[in-house]
Structure formats: C-alpha cells, structure tokens
C-alpha cells in the first residue's frame, strides 16, 4: 500500500510542534509582505497606471532575453550612494552574481536576503560607483494619483523556485 504524501505551506519543523501563537506570528509576517493579502483588501484607488506601449515586440527579439529565478545570498548599502542596493545571487551557475540596483528607498538591504527574485541576466554588465553589475531585477512600478510619489514592489516568487529557474 503506497501513502501519497500531500505538500503543506507549513515547515516540517512547525507542523511537528504544533505551536499555533508560532504559526499565527509567520502569518502576520508574511500579511506585512502583500504575498498572501487578497486583491479586495488592498486600496488601489490613489494609483495611477501608465498606458501600456503601443509599439510591438517580435517574439524572436523577446525571446532573447534570459529571465532567471535567483536567491538574494546577501545585500548591502552601496557605501556613498542613497539609492543603490548591492545583491550577490544565487544564479544557479555556482558562481555569486552582483547586480546592483536603485531600490534603496523602498527596501532595506536585510530585509531581502533569502528571498527568490526574477533577473534579466544577459544584459551587458554596467559600471556603477565603481562595482560592475551584471543584469537587472524586476520591480513594479507605480505612480499615486495626484503625485504624491511611487511605489516599487520587486518581483519575488515563491522560495520553492531553485535558483537558476528559466522564466519562459
């Protein structure tokens, strides 16, 4: 006789104490985050939204770029710079990948690490305050109506996704 074994949102290490102020503690956590808030419970009447590009892309030329899952392994304040965050990633390679990005304002470099973002990783690697960063992590954007500024949001997918992951 076989025993199908059923994936749970729990770890191994809550499900086996049982301690439910724990598991009530993560679920608030992890509310603070947006992840797991449902659309009806989030005000999005103060944003605005860009209009989407008419231009076309063909899809040989979008198919060019390489999206990949990766795993923040550490972040940092670039030191002399306001806006601009250091990762070093996981890419699935075996070899750490930096990417700096100008996100600081929005996030603090702690808060990140261990989380599985999305990554163009062949673009071109660029220069900035002198640290070579190879490829760009994706965010969204948005605008608050009557300009009161914006909010940027990372991509960050589940933690089930190994790093190197391909996005197709």
């Known amino acids: 006789m076989q025993t199908n074994v059923l994936p749970t949102l729990k770890s191994a290490s809550k499900a086996a104490s049982g301690n439910a102020s724990e598991d009530k503690e ?3 956590e992890e509310a603070k ?6 659309n009806e419970k989030i005000d999005f009447s103060n944003v605005k939204i860009e209009p989407l590009f008419e231009e076309t892309v063909d899809f040989e030329t979008f198919s060019k770029s390489d999206f990949r899952a990766v795993k923040v392994k550490d972040c940092v304040a670039v030191p002399k710079s306001k806006k601009l965050l250091q990762f070093t990633l996981d890419d699935g390679t075996g070899k750490d990948r930096t990417i700096l990005s ?3 304002a929005f996030y603090e470099p702690e808060e990140l690490i261990g989380k599985t973002l999305i990554a163009i990783t ?3 690697p660029r220069a900035m305050m002198g640290i070579e ?11 608050f109506k009557e300009g009161e500024g914006e909010e940027l949001h990372l991509l960050m997918v589940d933690n089930h996704i190994p790093a ?5």
Do not use: Q, R
């Open 26 to 28: 993560e679920v608030k």
């Open 33 to 38: 985050t947006g992840f797991f808030t449902p």
């Open 102 to 104: 100008g996100i600081h």
């Open 122 to 124: 062949n673009l071109p």
């Open 133 to 143: 960063s190879c490829g760009m992590l994706l965010s969204a954007v948005s605008e």
């Open 164 to 168: 190197g992951a391909k996005l197709y």
